[in-house]
């Protein structure tokens, strides 16, 4: 597809990723760009002078580790790449994709449907969520067969392992990129609950192998979110957690009403 560029994170030292995730795409009849991924498990975030642990701190209660410091940089490496092709749309995967047999298929649908429609009014779609909530339906997307739909992700839902952006989305996020505040996932929730620019699909078109994530994990943790945790951690995350939900409420009555809302793009 000429308006479509796509890009694979791996980091050098996972070339049995790399060979399986070329080999699931190849069965698509797609191939990708390789982003030689950020390896953060050793990094000390605080050597890291693009890392505001303050704002980290007081809005998530904990410290980032070193591999969520790498998946930010791996992700913004991708998204400079993607720009840099002067494609209107980007998908980025993560190494341990497993598509669904159609995914790439109803990939294109999308764009074909978002081609007919004109300028994008949405920056990101997650075609990777397992897990999504708060929702409403914007169309069917059929390919050979199969369809999914897809949604309006008000909430947006988690998990980077497949994204499609549009080029506005893409440039809007790297004006914001740094300095990094937040693990990466957690970032695009955010931003996009607030302005309500995320779309999602049901059932997701690509899903992870089940193998841990290499760019996301660090040498030192005993699990993920762990480091330097505050005493009010659980009280951070409940508060973050009900005002995105609230937000995303928001949007979605004021899209079943056709109320208009101001939005942070």
């Known amino acids: 597809m000429t308006d479509l560029s796509i890009f694979l994170i791996n980091l050098d030292a996972s070339p049995d990723r790399l060979a399986a995730a070329t080999d699931a795409m190849a069965a698509q009849g797609t191939s990708f760009t390789r982003v030689s991924g950020y390896d953060g498990r050793k990094t000390n975030p605080l050597d890291v002078p693009e890392y505001d642990a303050a704002a980290m701190r007081a809005y998530f209660g904990r410290d980032m580790n070193g591999g969520e410091v790498g998946c930010c ?52 779609a997650n075609l990777g969520a397992e897990r999504s909530k708060i929702l409403s339906p914007v169309t069917t997307l059929r390919a050979n067969g199969s369809e999914v739909v897809l949604y309006r992700g008000h909430y947006f839902p988690m998990l980077a392992t497949a994204l499609l952006w549009t080029r506005e989305g893409a440039c809007a996020f790297l004006e914001i990129a740094l300095p990094l505040n937040c693990p990466y996932d957690n970032f695009l929730r955010r931003w996009l609950t607030a302005n309500d620019m995320g779309l999602t699909t049901r059932p997701p078109l690509f899903r992870t192998t089940g193998a841990d994530s290499d760019i996301d994990k660090s040498h030192t943790a005993k699990r993920r979110g762990t480091e330097g945790r505050s005493k009010n951690y659980g009280w951070l995350k ?13 949007h979605k009555s004021r899209r079943k009403f056709g109320l208009k809302g101001k939005t942070n793009r």
């Not at 998204?79 to 993560?94: D, N, R």
């Not at 994709?97 to 159609?102: G, L, T």
Request: hydrophobic content about 40%; charged content about 25%.
């Open 238 to 250: 409940a508060k973050r957690m009900w005002g995105d939900k609230f937000r995303a409420l928001g």
């Open 73 to 124: 940089f791996s992700h913004i490496r991708a998204l400079q790449a993607f720009v840099e092709s002067g494609k209107p749309y980007g998908l980025i995967f993560e190494d341990d994709v497993s598509p669904a047999p159609q995914a790439m298929e109803l990939t294109r649908a999308l764009i074909e449907w978002q081609n007919e429609r004109g300028t994008p009014d949405w920056y990101v």
